[in-house]
């Protein structure tokens, strides 16, 4: 199986988009598209977190093997309620994320992939370096949405992606469903965007 945490910003920075990062999450689990990589895959494990200065687990790991368990998850994330916390503490989020893929006791994964969805940028770029070298470490993959600014993009690509993932951007939120599904799927089968 592979293994994704889903990583979604509740920084305060979100206020206006976070019901659209929410929804869009949710639809896509729950697409024809993804639903049918899924059953190509035979199951994938998946978890889904907030962040902001603190980080919550706010669905525990869940194995999906049907549409209905895709359902499922989509109901859980639109029941999130929005954090607003007043920072963006990327690294936090990465370091419970990698952590919390100790408590997967479903499945053995092999693949285990950490989602991050993000607006913005963690206040120090050295612990967010510091939090992907970790991950890293143990065989985790970090791929990155990030929308808005392209420079923020680039840090992300910098100092959060690991070496074999990838950084999706786009400045519009209502672009947002579409990477996400598409990254989704690409992940599902061991893929890159730039893959042949």
Same mark, same amino acid.
């Given at each position: 199986?592979?293994?994704?945490?889903?990583?979604?910003?509740?920084?305060?920075?979100?206020?206006?988009?976070?019901?659209?990062?929410? $929804? $869009?999450?949710?639809?896509?689990?729950?697409?024809?598209?993804?639903?049918?990589?899924?059953?190509?895959?035979?199951?994938?494990?998946?978890?889904?977190?907030?962040?902001? &200065?603190?980080? @919550?687990? $706010?669905?525990?790991?869940?194995?999906?093997? &049907?549409?209905?368990?895709?359902?499922?998850?989509?109901?859980?994330?639109?029941?999130?309620?929005? *954090?607003?916390?007043?920072?963006?503490?990327?690294?936090?989020?990465?370091?419970?994320?990698?952590?919390?893929?100790?408590? +997967?006791?479903?499945? #053995?994964?092999?693949?285990?992939i #950490?989602? =991050?969805? &993000?607006?913005?940028?963690? %206040?120090?770029?050295?612990? *967010?370096?510091?939090?992907?070298?970790?991950?890293q470490?143990?065989?985790?993959? #970090?791929?990155?949405i990030?929308?808005?600014?392209?420079?923020?993009?680039?840090? +992300? @690509? $910098?100092?959060? *992606? &690991? %070496?074999?993932?990838?950084? =999706?951007?786009?400045v519009?939120?209502?672009?947002?469903?579409? =990477?996400?599904?598409?990254?989704?799927? =690409?992940?599902l089968?061991?893929?890159? %965007?730039?893959?042949?």
């Amino acid at each position: 199986a592979v293994a994704l945490a889903l990583v979604l910003d509740g920084s305060g920075s979100m206020n206006r988009d976070f019901h659209t990062q929410r $929804e $869009e999450t949710a639809r896509a689990v729950e697409s024809p598209q993804v639903v049918e990589a899924i059953q190509r895959q035979g199951a994938v494990a998946v978890a889904v977190h907030q962040f902001a &200065t603190e980080v @919550r687990v $706010e669905v525990p790991w869940q194995l999906l093997r &049907t549409e209905a368990d895709a359902q499922q998850l989509a109901r859980a994330i639109r029941s999130i309620q929005f *954090m607003n916390g007043p920072d963006t503490y990327i690294s936090r989020a990465l370091n419970v994320a990698t952590h919390y893929f100790d408590e +997967l006791d479903a499945c #053995i994964p092999d693949q285990q992939i #950490i989602d =991050l969805s &993000t607006d913005g940028v963690d %206040p120090g770029v050295q612990q *967010m370096a510091d939090a992907r070298d970790t991950a890293q470490s143990v065989g985790i993959r #970090i791929n990155v949405i990030a929308v808005g600014q392209p420079e923020d993009a680039n840090v +992300l @690509r $910098e100092y959060a *992606m &690991t %070496p074999d993932g990838f950084v =999706l951007h786009t400045v519009r939120w209502s672009e947002y469903a579409s =990477l996400f599904r598409r990254k989704i799927i =690409l992940e599902l089968a061991h893929s890159s %965007p730039w893959s042949n």
